[in-house]
């Protein structure tokens, strides 16, 4: 296995080749795996022409899934096209055709387009998430990543201490409000009841590298004691600073890559396509983290 990182010297987003994650891995490939993610945040692995169960029996060797379903999205089981294990964060159906423009379902994964953390809305958030590309689009539809241990790090004195102990809510009421989609509206009363916001530090520490990171994410609706609308200021001036090209990785996709990365220590966001038109199937499995300590 070779591990190359995308810049001499930099801590952020490494190539991983010379490995078939088709095949059991042995312990030791396993550690090279787990200390390299810890280290670098985002791993790109390419050529890796996966079977939804083989990403799951992948995953399965840095923890346990999280289960998608009713706290995650607002397809019903009937409709889901993969299983419970993978999260489908594709355009299509389960007949595979693209969905329409005014299907809730589109509008609900367009809050993937804003920066985030995944199932920060969660109690027990993710840990690692792995995302392997089926199909892509032509244009657009890339991934960014953005290292929020550096953006940490950087931080101005006066705001690194202002938010050391600041606690935020996370729900995907919040992200998708951004949108002008009103969950509250389309969703009935024991549907919403799924999205009830949870607290999260808005500093998180590492205990695999010591480091800190700005636990930030668009789901983040309210700083605990603060007003909404400042809250909002607050957050939209964080994440503008930490979104910047210097804290930035930007991934164009290949057919059957996989990208694994850390939750805690990154955040993400796809960019626009032509989603009315163009199929863009990609499956990703999601390993869970620890409850945060409020
Ligand atoms: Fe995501």
């Not at 096209?81 to 994964?109: C, E, G, H, Q, Y």
């Not at 657009?140 to 102990?165: C, H, Q, V």
């Not at 949108?179 to 799924?194: A, C, H, W």
């Not at 700083?223 to 939209?236: A, E, H, Q, S």
């Amino acid at each position: 296995m070779i591990i190359k990182p995308l810049k001499k010297n930099s801590e952020f987003v490494a190539f991983v080749s010379d490995i078939n994650l088709k095949k059991k891995l042995n312990k030791s490939e396993i550690g090279i795996i787990q200390k390299n993610i810890d280290r670098f945040g985002v791993l790109v692995f390419r050529n890796q022409s996966l079977t939804d169960d083989e990403q799951v029996n992948f995953s399965e060797y840095f923890g346990n899934i999280e289960h998608s379903g009713k706290k995650s999205n607002i397809t019903k089981d009937s409709d889901r096209r993969l299983s419970t294990k993978l999260a489908d964060v594709s355009n299509i159906d389960k007949k595979s055709i693209v969905f329409k423009k005014n299907d809730p379902r589109r509008i609900f994964n367009l809050g993937n387009r804003l920066w985030h953390s995944d199932s920060s809305f969660k109690k027990i958030p993710a840990k690692y998430s792995l995302l392997s590309s089926k199909t892509i689009v032509k244009k657009g539809g890339n991934t960014e990543f953005s290292d929020m241990r550096l953006a940490y790090e950087n931080l101005e004195d006066d705001i690194r201490n202002k938010i050391e102990t600041l606690y935020c809510e996370h729900s995907l009421i919040y992200s998708r409000q951004r949108l002008g989609f009103d969950m509250e509206k389309e969703l009935s009363k024991n549907e919403i009841k799924n999205f009830k916001p949870v607290l999260q530090p808005l500093v998180r520490k590492i205990e695999e590298n010591n480091r800190k990171t700005i636990y930030l994410s668009s789901h983040i609706g309210k700083i605990k004691g603060w007003l909404r609308p400042d809250t909002m200021c607050f957050v939209d001036d964080l994440i503008e600073y930490a979104t910047q090209k210097k804290f930035k990785y930007v991934h164009k996709w290949k057919v059957n890559d996989l990208i694994m990365w850390d939750n805690r220590q990154t955040m993400h966001r796809v960019r626009s396509f032509d989603d009315v038109n163009e199929t863009r199937d990609m499956r990703r499995t999601t390993i869970e983290g620890k409850e945060a300590l409020i």
